[in-house]
Every structure is written in C-alpha cells, then in structure tokens.
C-alpha cells in the first residue's frame, strides 16, 4: 500500500487549495481512503472519509461545507478540495489507506489500524 500527497503550500485565510494523494500497490475500490491532519503539538485528527468506489463520504465537522473530498479510481487518485480555509487548517495533512469499509466507528477518525500512509505535504494558512 503506497500513498504520495502533494499540493501543499502557503496560502491566505478565505482561499482554496487542493489536495491529492496518488495510490497504488491495492485494490482501490477494497479500501476507504481517509485525509488527515496534524498540527504541532496537537493530536492527529480525521478530516474526511471516502468509499473506494467513491460513492460515500464523511467530513469532520470542522470541515463540513468547506472541505471537499473526491476519487478517481481510474487513476486511484484521492483528492481534498479545501475551500474558504482558516488559519486552523494549517498543519501536515496525510492520506491514508485502510482495507474495509467505514460503518461509524469513531476509532477511523483517529488513524487507528490504517494499512498505509502517505509521507504527508504542510498546509500553512496565514491570517
């Protein structure tokens, strides 16, 4: 399971920014693919979920409405199309890959048990 982030950068408070997380070595429509984030001396935190097959998703309340996550399996790329961003987005955000599908625990929304992760690309939001 191998995932690459890119599209980071240094962007201002109320701009957008996209996200994307190329995949491979697994069977992209077997796994949920998750974006996550942490901040300096903070927990690492779920910000979105999607489906495999790209027809389910669930955002973090922190997100709703600002954040955006998307697939396309024939490339078995994830995307975050991050809208309207604040200065408490800045952190390093991570893609990760985990072999079943989300039914609600809230134990995915903590990284527990994922089968890969991506190196991670730094977002800094500036005020």
């Known amino acids: 399971v191998q995932l690459v982030e890119s599209g980071g950068g240094l962007v201002q408070a109320g701009e957008s920014l996209r996200l994307s997380c190329a995949t491979s070595g697994f069977s992209f429509a077997d796994y949920t693919i998750g974006w996550f984030r942490q901040a300096p001396g903070k927990e690492r935190e779920g910000v979105a979920l999607?489906?495999?097959?790209?027809?389910?998703?669930y955002y973090d309340d922190s997100v709703k409405g600002r954040f955006t996550i998307s697939s396309d399996a024939a490339k078995s790329m994830v995307y975050l199309q991050m809208n309207n961003v604040k200065p408490e987005d800045t952190a390093v955000y991570y893609c990760?890959?985990?072999?079943?599908?989300?039914?609600?625990?809230?134990?995915?929304?903590?990284?527990?048990?994922?089968?890969?992760w991506g190196q991670g690309t730094q977002v800094t939001v500036s005020s």
């Open positions: 990760a890959a985990k072999l079943a599908a989300y039914n609600g625990p809230h134990y995915w929304w903590l990284g527990i048990d994922y089968d890969g």
């Open positions: 999607i489906s495999g097959v790209g027809d389910t998703t």
